[in-house]
């Protein structure tokens, strides 16, 4: 059974720092496409960044390109987002996606369609 399991979640404000981290069990993680999405209250599910299976390739939403990075460990079958200069608006639920096995083209990465497995998320709470 696959898991997922988001933390590094939090209250932090404006300006300031998190990483969050994802930890993977329940398949061969390393032939995975990985993805972190967010849903603010009130708002559709929005992709934030993607990694493909050896970080050799990323996806960052214009709204996080050059604050956050994503990034891999396969020997801990864990990913991050790393998340600095944070503002109100990034305050949502963020979750980890997992498209199974899949090689997704660049234009695809930041696809919810494309990923088979989620997590629970995690809060991500950003005071002005």
């Known amino acids: 059974q696959v898991q997922l399991v988001e933390s590094g979640g939090g209250l932090v404000q404006a300006g300031g720092s998190l990483r969050l981290s994802c930890a993977a069990s329940?398949?061969?993680?390393?032939?995975?496409?990985m993805g972190w999405f967010r849903q603010a209250p009130g708002k559709e599910r929005e992709s934030v960044a993607a990694i493909n299976w050896n970080g050799g390739r990323t996806y960052y939403a214009d709204s996080v390109k050059g604050r956050f990075t994503m990034s891999r460990n396969n020997a801990k079958n864990t990913v991050y987002l790393q998340m600095k200069s944070l503002v109100p608006e990034d305050t949502a639920v963020y979750y980890c996606a997992c498209a199974a096995g899949k090689w997704l083209a660049t234009s695809l990465l930041g696809k919810a369609d494309e990923y088979d497995y989620w997590g629970q998320g995690t809060q991500v709470t950003v005071s002005s």
């Open positions: 329940g398949r061969t993680f390393s032939s995975d496409t």
